[in-house]
């Protein structure tokens, strides 16, 4: 079964190596003709949390074959236009795989003429050394749901599910994005507006109270998580990665576009269909907006 | 008549300056021996708003005289107590005029044992150049409300008045500070927050959108001020101060302690008291104070 990832950033490059371990033929889409000779010439490197690094033989090249058995599609929300494009000379019958943060491109998704179409929710964490070398910076599972057509058709890619990278099915695509999107609504933002690591959000009173008023409002407008999400897991989560720099403010500070609509955006239009209002996170949406508007701070 | 200033810094060194032009007896009351020397030896030295410097001869000491006329204190809020300490010996007839932002200071300084308060609220700019040189930064009025006691006390100051320096009578003093910390809520901690001069509240799309909705959050709690103050108002200022770097700003860039405390926790106090909540600048708030927190950013 042959495996065609759209995409050789963290993400891409991350999955790339964890099927290419598990012996599947993975070949990786990328977005310059000269990447793809960089990842056949020096092959696929991935540096393990244990600090050792493992290299895979890997196939590359800068457009789809158009026999592929299944497309995962690794790119950012904002290349997803550019990737439909490519994706309009491939089989409808081929399933496809959606590895995106967020709920911005689920709609937009199913609307694709595609018979059988898939969700990923990852919780690894993911770091781009170079064009083909990335480091794995936390361990967690890699959820797929099935959104249209029949779950037989992804169900084969469990084979390739190992101890570091588990990959599980879920029931309900959209429920599981969404839940994925809420919990980011947390450290993502706030980290980016006050330029601190994730620990600083519970380290200082102040962050540490209004990470505490920004839980209660998420649970006012979406009681469904009231009961799995407790304010202690959203504290154990900044403390388990004090000192990481969450991938918002990472992108802030390197003057790129933050993902604040796919994931923040996203939720408030949620909230706002059951007609219940979110001032706290709406507030930090539109800092963390203006903070984009430039790069530059005085 | 003996005025006597406590606090020689950009207020209290402005509001000096002007007071001499104008033949007051005034005395500078310093923390420091150095700087009550340095503004013997130097004069007061004024840059005005048309970069013309003018100099005044000034009398300056490390210690009330006991004998002052009126006694102006132009500390900052947070060094009240330590001023408090120093006006135990003071004649409780003296009559004693505040400058400070913000309303903490209000129920405090009622407190005290003096028979005739005043409050003021400057709409001047001003910034501290050296120990005895100051720059008037924006021509505004300093406008007076007496709180206890009777006008006449305080009346005679209005014979200082002049047309770069406008001392005005008001009636009502909290009601005059009120509307001062109102104010400062637009401009301030957004500016703090984003890191950018009061222009980009108004020319970045999403910091003007969060700017319009404060301001409806804003009336809807103090509804006195919506006869008086339209949004087209604050969008004017920030105009008007497009290049300023806000005081609070200022003071976060220079890793000091800011009045928000004094401002907006003032006024969100205040709102809590008649029930009203204002989750925008609560968050806002709350940032100001995170940041304040450790000046340091990554």
Redesign the interface.
Known sequence: MKIEIIGAGAVGLLVASFLAEKQASVKLITRTEQQAVQLKVNNLMRTNCDGTTSVFPIDAAASLSGDADIIVIAVKYGQLQDVFKQLQTVKPTTPILFLQNGLAHYDEALRLPFHQIAFCSVQFGAQKINEYHVAHKGIGPMKIAVAKGEKIFFSHLGAYSSERFLIVFEGDAEAMLLEKAWLNCFINPLTA?????NG?LIQ????F??LK?LYN?MIMAFPQFAENFHFEQVVALCERTAEN?SSM?ADV?AGRETEIETIVGAIIKKAHIDNKQL??L???Y??V??????GE??
Chains 1, 2 share one sequence.
């Open positions: 507006i006050l330029q601190v690591p600083q200082r009173i102040d962050a109270q209004l008023k409002e720099t403010l500070l001032p706290i709406q507030t930090l539109l800092l907006k203006a903070l984009e508007e430039s701070r005085m």
